[in-house]
């Protein structure tokens, strides 16, 4: 069964400091990878996905095989930034639901 | 363009009784999901509709959920004799094309209180 795990329920880091947020999944097969953000009062919206090799708000994510890891780092915070994460997996076929891991809470401390 | 809508916004049931969540898709996509969002167990898939393919119910957790989707468009989430594990946030996403995992656009999801 494909599984995300995100360590930490909160992260909290002052402005400009470098932030990362963790992700590591559980799947046998080759799965595709996404960073959804949810910002105070809005809906769920994709941050970033690893095909895409993208830098989004200065977020970036590097889809690491060995260690089943897409961590999210970001080298100097903005207050902006706070917001819950969400780490997802997705299979290359079938229906392509999103596999979502608990969600981590960004806090940028003035 | 207009994004995801879903009504109601808010829903406060009492136990036992059914619910019905409207999920109006972004125009000309073919996919839509349902998903949950609960405090306990985070975001949950629930249900796909493809296009005129039989949907993948394989996230319902039981058989008082079902939904439907009506000309390929606006979906309706219904919950009978509703529990108080029912309460959640059901979102609605919808997506364009097959053939890949394209990006899924969420509605502001509907907030479910069974009482």
């Known amino acids: ?110 | 363009g207009a994004g995801v809508s879903q009504s109601p916004s808010n829903k406060v049931t009492e136990k036992g009784k059914d619910v019905e969540l409207r999920c109006d898709p972004i125009s000309g996509h073919t996919a839509l999901y349902w998903y949950r969002q609960s405090l306990g167990q985070g975001l949950e898939f629930l249900i796909y509709f493809q296009g005129n393919s039989a949907p993948d119910k394989s996230g319902l957790p039981s058989d008082r959920f079902s939904a439907e989707r009506t000309g390929g468009s606006v979906s309706t989430l219904t919950i009978q004799r509703t529990q108080q594990e029912d309460s959640a946030v059901y979102l609605c996403a919808s997506s364009s094309g097959t053939g890949g995992p394209y990006e899924q656009y969420f509605g502001p999801g509907t907030r479910l209180t069974v009482t």
């Open chain 1, 1 to 110: 069964a494909q599984r995300v795990t995100q360590p930490e329920k909160l992260l909290s880091v002052f402005k400009g400091a470098p932030v990362e947020l963790k992700c590591n999944y559980s799947y046998s097969g080759s799965p595709e990878l996404f960073w959804y953000v949810q910002y105070s009062r809005q809906r769920l919206q994709l941050l970033l996905r690893h095909i895409s090799r993208e830098s989004i708000k200065g977020f970036t994510a590097d889809l690491n095989k060995g260690e089943t890891s897409f961590h999210l780092k970001k080298p100097f915070a903005q207050e902006e930034d706070s917001a819950m994460y969400y780490c997802a997996l997705t299979q290359q076929a079938g229906s392509y639901q999103l596999t979502f891991g608990k969600g981590t809470k960004l806090s940028v401390i003035p």
